[in-house]
């Protein structure tokens, strides 16, 4: 370890948002916190469900931290280990660096193994409305950028064939204005893929983002 800089300490302030990213996904049986290693106060910068082993920002870095820094593993294993109440815990350490590929801070993420299954499943999934209510992500895990591109043009076009409120003869359009804002024709070759998927010519697509502009 070593006296961190202004650098330094805002590379971990910008990760904060990973530890309550983390937090939010997996819920209140995890918890996840972030470590400074600055020589002069090794200590946690960041918490997120500290009741799982009572600490809160300014505890100390713990001992098995520091041996999974020296490990050489930027990325730990997974390994077993107790909370101070006796909770087991699940437990992963991650080294976040700087620049010059010095270390600068921990992200330790730690899962009550404990919990209620009941308790656990209730935190991992989302809040719903009453099942008729639930509308699902169209979130489509693409394999490459061509298959995003045109998941986006068929679920944005399925949203405006459904909205009775736009007129037939301004779906197209509208459907250009969708795709534009969630920025697909900032890629590569977009605008002839939107064409050949809408069944349009790709000049009418130019015709649309022109008049978009001006």
């Known amino acids: 370890m070593r006296e961190l ?3 330094d300490y805002a590379i971990l302030k910008a990760s904060e948002n990973i530890v309550d990213g983390i937090a939010a996904m997996y819920g ?9 290693l600055d020589i002069n106060n090794p200590s946690i910068t960041k918490i997120a469900n500290g009741h799982i082993t009572g600490r809160s920002v300014g505890a100390p870095i713990t001992n098995l931290a520091l041996m999974k820094l020296n490990e050489g593993q930027d990325v730990s294993n997974s390994y077993m280990t ?3 109440d006796g909770k087991s815990l699940r437990s992963i350490t991650i080294v976040i660096r700087n620049s010059q590929q010095e270390a600068i801070g921990l992200l330790c993420i730690n899962s009550n193994m404990d919990a209620p299954f009941q308790s656990v499943m209730k935190s991992l999934l989302p809040d719903f409305a009453p099942a008729v209510d639930v509308v699902l992500s169209p979130e489509t895990f693409a394999r490459s950028s061509d298959e995003m591109m045109q998941s986006s043009i ?3 076009r399925t949203q405006v064939t459904d909205d009775a409120s736009i007129a037939p003869s301004k779906k197209i359009r509208e459907i250009v204005i969708r795709l534009n804002e969630l920025g697909i024709f900032d ?11 809408l069944d349009i010519s790709i000049h009418t697509i130019y015709r649309y983002l022109r008049e978009m502009k001006s």
Do not use: C, M, N
């Open 5 to 7: 800089t202004e650098t």
């Open 154 to 156: 068929e679920t944005v």
């Open 28 to 36: 209140e049986h995890t918890e996840v916190l972030l470590h400074s």
């Open 82 to 84: 107790k909370s101070p």
């Open 187 to 197: 890629l590569k070759d977009s605008a002839q893929i939107a064409a050949k998927g």
